[in-house]
């Protein structure tokens, strides 16, 4: 058999895992670019990327003869030690998930085989004058090439998000720190492991506080934080006797993906109502009652505001009679429940929260294409706030024995149109490009309410209560993320 096709026939093979591994693990499930540990992989990555590039494009079409034998001997010998090196470095910084670790062990064992078929080949290579001789094989180097492109722009892609990494990091050791009250105070977080989540209890552990966390991931939240965190799975595993001075509570499933049937809604409650009532019942038993409750809600509670309704919704404002605003009332209502043992408690109904993580890349998608423009008309109202705010607001409120309700929004309203156009021009694209509301309806049914319909949300009472936001506009909020 022809060693030479069958190794571009893995190689096709590979280009086709390696564009599985990319997108649904690095990009979808472990969100590697906007990840703040995630750095050195990225740019392992990009690195390995373009040698993939150049391998897949070179070898498509030509074949190394003499010398050129010896530098596409050369190349294998760094990308072999380029993939061993990312092997180590992927088990210092993250645990992989069981699919991503048989998917790399796959894409090892193939391209293995395709670079020993190849260098069986190079002996007659080596013995021919030194050229790049043309030799297409039809659909497969079409295909081949393609990939070539493909991981070409993949690596680009993890360049720039390791360098826009290494800025962030510059730019978070010169930014002030949160502070959330007296340091060595003992907290007990909810969704750790969730994009807030994370920031959360690295700005709680830079304030000198102690955290444990409640996730049902202990594992890989004692590896996200350096073992520096007390894990627990169950409230169940939380003595009676353990002290806990302040309780955030941030699980939740993400309201935003698959339509909302009923046993959608159901888990939705179960992982917003049923586990607030489960800490309440915990901090019902507990020795040491905790100050402060702070659990998370979102501005969803107020509902609809039909497009054109420039009314500023506060805290007073009542909810409506749809879903997310029945999911909303009862999850604060849930937490409200600690009150009865005499814990202060304070909610914080979140807006879109706009950080490396969350909603804002899927948003930022289509202006980086050029091609963003006003969904669904474009006249809804988007209340939004940077992460860096979410995390400030929190600590003001721990740190002034804060209770009630406070909407976590930026103070400057926008609209979906008018944010599309700011994101735009931070980012020097176009703007212009509608998108119908009709097929988001139609594919998300009653959640694309999220999407189509907003809130015009005032932060007033987080602004009287001494709070300072860092990012009051949306230009500056921008930028500060711009990658």
């Known amino acids: 058999m022809n060693t030479h096709l069958l190794a571009l026939q893995l190689m096709a093979a590979q280009g086709c895992l390696g564009a599985f591994d990319t997108?649904?693990?690095?990009?979808?499930?472990?969100?590697?670019?906007g990840r703040a540990t995630a750095g050195r992989e990225l740019a392992i990555h990009a690195v390995r990327a373009l040698i993939y590039s150049a391998l897949f494009i070179g070898l498509a079409c030509w074949r190394f003869d003499g010398a050129f034998?010896?530098?596409?001997?050369?190349?294998?010998?760094?990308?072999?030690?380029?993939?061993?090196?990312?092997?180590?470095?992927?088990?210092?910084?993250?645990?992989?998930?069981a699919t991503e670790r048989i998917t790399h062990t796959v894409l090892a064992m193939n391209g293995g085989a395709f670079i020993t078929l190849l260098v069986l080949n190079m002996p007659a290579w080596l013995a021919l004058p030194s050229a790049l001789t043309w030799q297409p094989q039809g659909a497969l180097s079409i295909f081949l090439a393609l990939c070539g492109i493909g991981v070409g722009i993949s690596g680009l892609r993890d360049g720039l998000a390791a360098r826009a990494i290494a800025r962030q990091a510059a730019r978070a050791d010169t930014a002030p720190g949160h502070h959330f009250g007296a340091p060595g105070r003992s907290f007990l977080v909810t969704g750790a492991t969730g994009f807030i989540g994370q920031k959360l209890v690295r700005a709680l552990l830079r304030d000198g506080q102690r955290v444990s966390v409640l996730t049902r991931q202990a594992k890989k939240a004692a590896w996200m934080f350096d073992g520096r965190v007390d894990c627990i799975t169950s409230m169940e595993q939380l003595p009676r006797s353990r002290r806990i001075d302040v309780v955030i509570n941030l699980a939740g499933a993400p309201v935003l993906g698959w339509r909302w049937t009923r046993a959608r809604r159901a888990e939705l409650r179960r992982s917003r109502v049923d586990l607030t009532n489960r800490l309440v019942?915990?901090?019902?038993?507990?020795?040491?009652?905790?100050?402060?409750?702070?659990?998370?809600?979102?501005?969803?509670?107020?509902?609809?505001?039909?497009?054109?309704?420039?009314?500023l919704l506060t805290e007073n404002d009542p909810p409506q009679p749809i879903f997310m605003s029945d999911l909303c009332r009862e999850w604060e209502l849930a937490a409200q429940g600690a009150h009865a043992h005499g814990v202060r408690v304070a909610t914080a109904r979140i807006g879109v929260v706009l950080g490396e993580q969350g909603a804002l890349p899927m948003m930022l998608f289509p202006v980086k294409l050029g091609l963003g423009g006003p969904m669904g008309g474009g006249a809804q109202w988007l209340?939004?706030?940077?992460?860096?705010?979410?995390?400030?607001?929190?600590?003001h409120l721990c740190a002034t024995d804060a209770a009630g309700v406070y909407n976590?929004?930026?103070p400057e309203s926008m609209t979906q149109a008018q944010f599309g156009r700011v994101a735009a021009h931070v980012w020097h694209r176009p703007y212009g490009f509608p998108t119908p509301g009709f097929p988001v309806r139609l594919a998300l049914g009653e959640q694309a309410g999220l999407l189509l319909d907003g809130q015009r949300v005032s932060p007033a009472k987080l602004i009287l209560s001494g709070f300072d936001f860092r990012y009051p506009q949306l230009t500056g909020a921008l930028r500060a993320l711009k990658t």
């Open 23 to 33: 997108i649904y693990h690095h990009e979808l499930t472990e969100a590697l670019p």
């Open 408 to 410: 976590f929004t930026a």
């Open 383 to 395: 209340p939004w706030i940077h992460v860096d705010d979410v995390l400030g607001a929190m600590a």
């Open 69 to 97: 034998a010896v530098l596409l001997l050369a190349v294998f010998v760094v990308e072999i030690v380029l993939t061993l090196w990312d092997f180590v470095v992927e088990d210092q910084t993250r645990l992989l998930p």
């Open 281 to 311: 019942a915990w901090i019902g038993q507990a020795d040491h009652k905790p100050a402060m409750l702070l659990s998370a809600s979102a501005v969803g509670y107020y509902g609809i505001q039909q497009p054109g309704d420039d009314t």
